[in-house]
């Protein structure tokens, strides 16, 4: 699993439509980032608590650059960004991860095909610097809203 030292996978995600690939090991190769991994957009706990506590937050300007990214197509991501920050006052991005590599890849994936059809990310948030992981925290339940929760991840930056 992602650890603490680790360098951000060098996978394609997708941002608004198929064609608009973002590549996050380039996005975060300097500077400060958070990348923040949720199991499906539009489920409960990641719509009602853990997502609008990164964005209601006074804190996210000190994170650098901010992501979601979820094993869900850049269409569906558009519009769940669209439904939590309407005015876009915020920066952060939200990322299709379709084929599921760039979870794969942090070890972050867990089956969970009887629920979502197909397996999905861990509950995550990495904190980001010049390319490599400063702290992960995930969830050991894989969905639970505790360890990557807004106010423990960014209270310490």
């Known amino acids: 699993m992602v650890k603490a030292g680790d360098s951000i996978p060098n996978v394609d995600l997708v941002e608004g439509s198929p064609g608009d690939k973002v590549n996050l090991s380039k996005e975060l ?7 923040i991994g ?4 539009f489920s409960p706990s990641c719509s009602a608590t ?5 964005i209601g937050s006074d804190k996210l300007k000190n994170a650098g650059k901010v992501f979601v990214v979820s094993v ?7 519009a769940w960004g669209a439904t939590l920050d309407p005015t876009s006052k915020t920066d952060v ?10 979870t794969k890849d ?6 969970s095909a009887a629920v ?19 702290s992960a925290h995930v969830e050991p339940d894989n969905t639970g809203v505790n ?9 310490d930056l």
Do not use: C, T, W
Not at 29 to 35: F, N, Q, R
Not at 72 to 77: A, G, K, Q, R, S
């Open 147 to 155: 360890e990557s929760a807004a106010e423990k991840v960014l209270g």
């Open 106 to 111: 942090l070890d972050l994936s867990f089956e």
């Open 50 to 54: 853990h997502i609008p506590g990164y």
């Open 116 to 134: 979502f059809g197909q397996d999905r990310s861990k509950r995550y948030a990495l904190v980001v610097e010049d390319g490599k992981v400063k």
């Open 29 to 35: 190769a300097s500077g400060k980032g958070l990348i």
């Open 93 to 102: 991005r939200f990322l299709g991860d379709p084929s599921g590599q760039f």
């Open 72 to 78: 869900n197509d850049p269409f569906v991501m558009k």
């Open 38 to 41: 949720v199991p499906a957009a």
